[in-house]
């Protein structure tokens, strides 16, 4: 990982934007760099929480929320031909793709290189202390709200950053949670699904080994993945589901 002081990156990347335009962002090229360091909940320093869950050893943004709540619609990794690696997401409320570039990493904190349609900028990704992504409690509903999202996507199997198995049949006109099975045979106990206020989608089992109880929301969905929050008895965090093909 390239780790030039943040003043001449600042220089040099404004420089860049300016004359030549944003990067073009393609595949992980040979040359990409190593941003395995991303894994896990950062906030930038206007509050915005995001959260990285490695996927097939490739840090991938699974959610990013606003200070007011706003989940954003986050897209699929990308580099530049430089190997620099971009994270993007889309502002529903306002429609702006913001493109966003690592430039550094100092160990606790990571400079960015951000840009939309309308300007751009440089600003810093600090990690997260306490529950991850920032999480906020929201109230859990037993029967879907006016808002609730159409879940029904789900409808069918799909495999966790862990491999665990997850079945979804179609109940009353509502996604329901049918078996999960972990990568070592466990099966968990599933229970009945639930919303929050916001209208996602909740589904949750029993790990009988362990007696947690996993909650998991789901947070977004780009067509061919889910990403979603987790939290247990003990712990919090993203993870991101992928349809078997």
């Known amino acids: 990982m390239r780790s030039p002081l943040f003043a001449l990156l600042l220089v040099t990347a404004s420089l860049t934007a300016c004359h030549h335009g944003a990067p073009k962002a393609m595949s992980q090229p040979a040359n990409a760099d190593d941003?395995?360091?991303l894994e896990g909940a950062w906030v930038d320093q206007g509050g915005v929480a995001v959260s990285f869950a490695l996927i097939n050893d490739v840090p991938t943004l699974t959610q990013a929320t606003d200070t007011d709540g706003?989940?954003?619609i986050v897209a699929p990794p990308r580099w530049d031909r430089k190997g620099a690696y971009h994270f993007i997401y889309t502002v529903p409320s306002t429609g702006y793709v913001v493109d966003q570039t690592v430039v550094g990493y100092d160990g606790e904190s990571v400079p960015v290189?951000?840009?939309n349609k309308h300007g751009s900028g440089f600003d810093m990704l600090t990690r997260a202390s306490g529950r991850a992504s920032g999480m906020v409690q929201h109230e859990v509903l037993s029967e879907p709200p006016a808002n609730a999202m159409d879940a029904r996507f789900l409808v069918g199997r799909w495999y966790d950053g862990g491999g665990s198995a997850y079945d979804f049949v179609m109940n009353n006109d509502q996604p329901m949670l049918k078996r999960v099975v972990d990568s070592d045979g466990e099966e968990f106990d599933v229970q009945p699904a639930t919303w929050d206020e916001l209208g996602r989608y909740i589904f949750t089992y029993i790990v009988?080994?362990?007696e947690y109880v996993v909650r998991q929301t789901v947070a977004g969905y780009d067509g061919e993945t889910?990403?979603?929050?987790w939290e247990n008895d003990n712990n919090s965090g993203t993870d991101v589901l992928v349809r078997e093909q």
């Open 70 to 72: 706003e989940q954003f």
């Open 113 to 115: 290189f951000w840009d």
């Open 35 to 37: 941003v395995r360091f």
């Open 226 to 229: 889910v990403s979603i929050d």
């Open 208 to 210: 009988p080994s362990t």
